[in-house]
Nanobody, 126 residues
Framework: QLQLVESGGGLVQPGESLRLSCAVYGFPLDYYSIAWIRQAPGKEREAVSC????????YSAGSVKGRFTISRDNAKSTVYLQMNSLKPEDTAVYYCAATTGRHHCSGYAPHEYNWRGQGTQVTVSS
């Protein structure tokens, strides 16, 4: 059974950085495209970044482009989200999610990712 475990969240000040990790257990990481999805209270879920299983191509939402970088280490079965220049509006629970779909990861809405971790809280506040 596939299991996704996020870590690395916390409380930071605006302008600071965090790196989130998503450890994948149960199956090889390269079976899956992985997305980081966030949800803030009262807001829709947003897929902020994803990485496609076949070629490692990535996507970042306009709200985070240039600030967040997704990467993966297949040997460690881990996907990372480096978040720089954090803003208060980045405050949310961040989940990693997986799909075995064959299309580019940007083609899947958040609810189309079949597996999801428990989430990690990111709070950006002064």
């Amino acid at each position: 059974q596939l299991q996704l475990v996020e870590s690395g969240g916390g409380l930071v000040q605006p302008g600071e950085s965090l790196r989130l990790s998503c450890a994948v257990y149960g199956f090889p990481l390269d079976y899956y495209s992985i997305a980081w999805i966030r949800q803030a209270p009262g807001k829709e879920r947003e897929a902020v970044s994803c990485i496609t299983k076949n070629d490692g191509s990535t996507y970042s939402a306009g709200s985070v482009k240039g600030r967040f970088t997704i990467s993966r280490d297949n040997a460690k079965s881990t996907v990372y989200l480096q978040m720089n220049s954090l803003k208060p509006e980045d405050t949310a629970v961040y989940y990693c999610a997986a799909t075995t779909g064959r299309h580019h990861c940007s083609g899947y809405a958040p609810h189309e990712y079949n597996w999801r971790g428990q989430g990690t809280q990111v709070t950006v506040s002064s």
